[in-house]
């Protein structure tokens, strides 16, 4: 692939990546004021968020360290809560060239988030990991700098507009899934059942009280089996053999 081409991914990656920064950035304010909350610092909270990538890791981190508990619970709390990114980068590592170097693939593991993967997973044919970087490259500044500035200003702006901004990063999700879905009976189904699924998880007593990563988890494993088994996709060398 050509240096232009390469740079077109770049490119064409920070401009589907503005949409997730702007949601990050409201996202990430409310997370900075629970940051503070703990007693960290803008520096520490900068930090947290530039290498952690993750809201519900983030948020209950930062509940940990206010409650002053040992490493250890902080470390099983996010390997729970976080266990679903091990899906999506064994998700992902499928569309991408299997002779991409170790080093691409160990960033764009890194650097999965919903909103990436999402993105990322509609691309049609392989991906390119300058696609995923530049979505990084924005996303992840708009992470960090809202974990800074609820940190330093606190309570400042309202929590409706707080909450306003973040629409953003539901109506990026349906822009995602409702082309597909209108092209594919298979694909819109499977996106009300995964819907509908996830709403009774968190209505069911004996299962609301699971983490949000674990529901996922369950969810993605079990509709995504089902789906594979109830609808299989013929690979691309077995329609040219045929």
Not at 87 to 94: N, P
Not at 160 to 188: E, H, K
Not at 203 to 229: M, Q, Y
Request: aromatic share 8%; charged share 10%.
């Amino acid at each position: 692939m050509t240096d232009n081409q390469t740079a077109a991914w770049f490119r064409r990656g920070i401009k589907n990546g503005v949409p997730i920064a702007l949601g990050y950035f409201a996202v990430s304010f409310t997370l900075g004021i629970a940051a503070r909350d703990a007693g960290l610092t803008a520096a520490q909270g900068a930090l947290a968020s530039a290498t952690t990538l993750a809201s519900a890791g983030q948020f209950a981190g930062f509940q940990v360290i206010a409650a002053s508990a040992a490493y250890a619970e902080m470390a099983v709390m996010m390997l729970v809560i976080n266990a679903r990114y091990l899906l999506m980068s064994c998700s992902l590592s499928q569309k991408l060239d299997p002779d991409l170097p170790f080093f691409h693939r160990l960033l764009l593991g890194w650097g999965i988030t919903d909103e990436i993967f999402g993105v990322a997973s509609a691309v049609p044919g392989r991906l390119h990991p300058c696609y995923n970087y530049g979505m990084m490259a924005v996303a992840i500044p708009g992470w960090t700098t809202g974990t800074v500035l609820g940190i330093a200003v606190g309570n400042v702006l309202p929590a409706r507009v707080v909450s306003a901004l973040g629409v953003g990063l539901y109506g990026m999700f349906l822009a995602i899934i409702i082309p597909p879905a209108r092209q594919n009976r298979v694909i819109a189904a499977v996106v009300a059942v995964s819907m509908a699924a996830s709403f009774a998880l968190t209505r069911l007593p004996a299962l609301a009280a699971l983490s949000s990563g674990t529901r996922t988890i369950v969810l993605t494993v079990v509709i995504a089996l089902a789906a594979a088994v109830l609808f299989p996709v013929q690979e691309e060398e077995d329609a040219h053999a045929a």
